[in-house]
C-alpha cells in the first residue's frame, strides 16, 4: 500500500462513516486522479442515505463530473465493489479500483475486474472490515439486498 492509498482510503472512510450516520450502509468511496488529486467523493445512500442506488463509487464518480479519460483515475472505496459497480469501471475504463476491506462481501467482482485487466488492489483495512463488522451486528447483515452476494438472482 501507498501512503496515497492509505490517504485516499482515509477520505473514503469519512464518506463511509458519513453514510451510516443516515442510516445507510457503511461505505464510501472516492475518485481520483493518477497523482493522488481528488476528483470526487461519495457515500451509500446519498445526500440523506435514501437513495437505495446510490452506491459509494457511483456518487464518487457522479461527484467528479464527467471525465474524456478514466484509465489513468483509481476508485478508492472501503468495501468490495458489487457488480453494479464493476460494470460502471468497465463502462468508464477506469484504470485502477483499490479496496479498503475485500472479505466482508463477495469479491467476484473484483476478480472479473482484475481478469479484464483493471488494476485491482486489497489494502485488506481492518478498519473497514470493523467497520462493516459493527455495523452488521447492529443490522444483521447486509438486509435485503435485490441480489444475492453472488450476483445471481434470488431464488424464490
Ligand atoms: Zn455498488
Not at 501512503?3 to 457503511?26: C, K
Not at 471525465?67 to 478508492?76: H, I, N, P, Q
Request: charged letters at 20%.
Amino acid at each position: 500500500m501507498t501512503a496515497q492509498h492509505r490517504e485516499l482510503l482515509r477520505l473514503a472512510i469519512g464518506e463511509a462513516d458519513a453514510a451510516a450516520a443516515r442510516g445507510a450502509l457503511p461505505i464510501g468511496a472516492v475518485l481520483a486522479g493518477a497523482d493522488g488529486t481528488v476528483l470526487g467523493s461519495g457515500r451509500a445512500g446519498g445526500e440523506d442515505g435514501t437513495e437505495f442506488m446510490t452506491h459509494a463509487e457511483t456518487a464518487a464518480v457522479r461527484a467528479a463530473g464527467e471525465l474524456e479519460d478514466y484509465s489513468r483515475t483509481s476508485l478508492v472505496t472501503t468495501m468490495t465493489p458489487c457488480w453494479y459497480c464493476a460494470g460502471m469501471v468497465r463502462f468508464l475504463g477506469i484504470g485502477e479500483v483499490v479496496v479498503g476491506d475485500s472479505e466482508s462481501w463477495s469479491d467476484e467482482a473484483l476478480e472479473w475486474l482484475s481478469d479484464a485487466g483493471v488494476v485491482t488492489i486489497r489494502l485488506n483495512d481492518r478498519s473497514c472490515v470493523q467497520m462493516f463488522a459493527d455495523w452488521a451486528s447492529v443490522h444483521g447483515g447486509w438486509g435485503d439486498l435485490p441480489a444475492s452476494v453472488d450476483g445471481k438472482p434470488k431464488a424464490g
